[in-house]
């Protein structure tokens, strides 16, 4: 009874949910961010949004950790729990989701390998070359047998990550920040690059004529 429940759920949950149109955009790299009501969504550059790791006390006593991603040059930010990542990661799993997440928004790699973007490999030129490279199996994930993931796999999922060492630096953030420019000097390099995000430069102009892009 309580499977047809869930599935019941399921389905109603498919059949009335409306996506809001926020996403992550490996193709282009902009974030999209959906805004209340008759707000037009917020659109940026994946990489002018710092990672903010916030630690949750629950009832109980104990730690959940969150991601938090904060634009550098508006008072714009999100949560990403319960929208990408779930709740009860602790410090390593959540440096993980992280890393991930730069990984899939930077198009000169492949696509992390999980499970869940197996069917879209194919579909991405440099994680398809990579694959074809590697002679990975198209269907990977798809064939392996619980058994053999619990046995096998898991237990060296888990001791990677004990033992990763992470950057102490966003590579792909600090890639893209040039201290010697002006907020509203980059945002206009920006549109000269044909990259077109809400913030406009004459905005920082008039509140902020001196800031730098740090």
């Not at 109980?60 to 508006?74: A, E, F, K, M, S």
């Not at 730069?102 to 070359?129: G, I």
């Amino acid at each position: 009874m309580a499977v047809i429940g869930c599935d019941l759920l399921l389905a109603l949950h498919a059949r009335f949910f409306k996506h809001d149109g926020s996403q992550f955009n490996r193709r282009t790299g902009m974030v999209h961010l959906a805004g209340k009501r008759w707000r037009k969504p917020f659109v940026a550059p994946f990489y002018e949004f710092d990672p903010v790791m916030q630690v949750q006390v629950m009832p109980h006593g104990q730690r959940d950790y969150v991601l938090w991603l904060y634009h550098r040059y508006t008072d714009k930010k999100v949560c990403l729990a319960n929208r990408i990542h779930s709740l009860g990661l602790d410090q390593n799993n959540l440096r993980a989701f992280w890393d991930t997440l730069q990984r899939y928004m930077d198009v000169s790699q492949p696509l992390p390998d999980l499970p869940v973007l197996e069917p879209c490999r194919q579909q991405d030129p440099v994680t398809a070359a990579y694959d074809q490279a590697q002679n990975r199996p198209p269907r990977y994930w798809r064939d392996m047998s619980e058994r053999r993931f619990k046995q096998e796999v898991l237990p060296r999922l888990r001791e990677q990550l004990r033992n990763a060492s992470w950057p102490s630096a966003p590579g792909l953030i600090a890639a893209h920040t040039d201290s010697s420019l002006s907020v509203s000097d980059y945002y206009r390099a920006q549109q000269a690059r044909g990259i077109h995000a809400t913030p406009q430069p004459q905005a920082f102009e008039r509140a902020h004529p001196q800031t730098a892009v740090e």
